[in-house]
């Protein structure tokens, strides 16, 4: 259920996959919105209203997947920390195929789509570090919507990995949290290299959560890619070299170095937006962190 009292707008937004206003107007009436829609193609639902001011046709695209995933703002070349956690903080990956179904999942949908700088999947979050390129950027209109295809192909990913968990664990419901968060580490004028602090975070993540006692143990990262401990590739190691200014004689040692508290917080404070989250120019601000400190590594 979703509902509208009066008040004054300029973008609806209802707990479903989008709203397109077809003809905006200063107030809306009250408006109490039921669907049970079953399908999980797209429906489109009309909603008429009353009063003084109408707003005369509101088109919901209704996804029963995934709720509330709408397209962000990208920019080319910026770089952006996104993740995404179990809901409830519960397991997303329950055995190894299940993290090597995933890593197939992200040479599928996500490496074509942008430059993948680092990665790591956790038991019940994962995190990426990417750069945008034109494929990132690149939207379609798609039933008088215009989707960005990068935020199109993560929805894509979680859905179909949920579809095969759920089989898996005998389950219904969402595997995942319902904000895939997208964080630009280019909105902070600063000298300090918030990539290079965040790519150093994300393979951190295993050592910091006590599930390894080095680095190379955790299979699951882009730090065995760095560190030639695979011959697996899923990073563009060249575009993160030169974006990051890695020097990877030293990034064995470099990598265990404890990261100042004080940098990390502006990892989080960094946020420009979220996957599923839209504001009149495509952008909303928000000051978020993950896990309960700091260095909670979303845990």
Known sequence: MAILSSFSISVIMFNL???????????????TLMSKITSNT???VTVPTRGTAILKKITILINQNFKSLRTMHFEKDYVYHIYKRGNNRQ????NDKNYIFFLAKIQKYIISNCELLAYCLMPNHFHFLIQANDSTVKTVEKAGIEQNMFSESIRILLSSYTQAINKQENRTGSLFTQNTKAKSLNYFPSKIDYGLICFNYIHQNPLQGGLVDKLEDWPYSSFKEYTGFTVEKLCNQDVTQELLDLNLSELYLQSYSMIDEKNLKHIWYLAVARLNTVSKDGRKYYHNRCGSGWFGYCS
């Open 17 to 31: 996959d989008s709203v397109t206003i077809f003809e905006p107007v200063a107030r809306v009436p009250k408006l």
């Open 42 to 44: 797209l429906s489109r």
């Open 91 to 94: 397991k997303i990956f329950f």
